[in-house]
């Protein structure tokens, strides 16, 4: 059974940073891309990052692109996304999912945690 639980979500003023883990697990992740995806209230779920897990190739939205750094620890199975200069509307609920292919679509994901909260006061 594949699980996904994110953790690092908080409250940081505007500028700051913060840094979100996904705990990976029931699957062979080096055959597998992974992804966040954030959703804010009253908006549609959102791309934010991805990452092939083999080979540590990178993609990111443009909204976050120079800020937001995404990584992975093979020995841990865990996906990280480091955040920094952050604006208040990149407040929103923060999701890792894991699919067989990287997509900025979310239909490409099979397997999503429960999302962490990011709060960004300005």
């Known amino acids: 059974q594949v699980q996904l639980v994110e953790s690092g979500g908080g409250l940081v003023q505007a500028g700051g940073s913060l840094r979100l883990s996904c705990a990976a697990s029931g699957r062979t992740f080096s055959r597998y891309a992974m992804a966040w995806f954030r959703q804010a209230p009253g908006k549609e779920r959102e791309f934010v990052a991805a990452?092939?897990?083999?080979?540590?190739?990178?993609y990111y939205s443009n909204s976050v692109k120079g800020r937001f750094t995404i990584s992975r620890d093979n020995d841990k199975n865990t996906m990280y996304l480091q955040m920094y200069s952050l604006k208040p509307e990149d407040t929103a609920v923060y999701y890792c999912?894991?699919?067989?292919?990287?997509?900025?679509?979310?239909?490409?994901?099979?397997?999503w945690g429960q999302g962490t909260q990011v709060t960004v006061s300005s």
């Open positions: 999912a894991s699919g067989t292919r990287t997509s900025s679509g979310s239909e490409a994901y099979d397997y």
């Open positions: 990452i092939i897990w083999r080979d540590g190739i990178t």
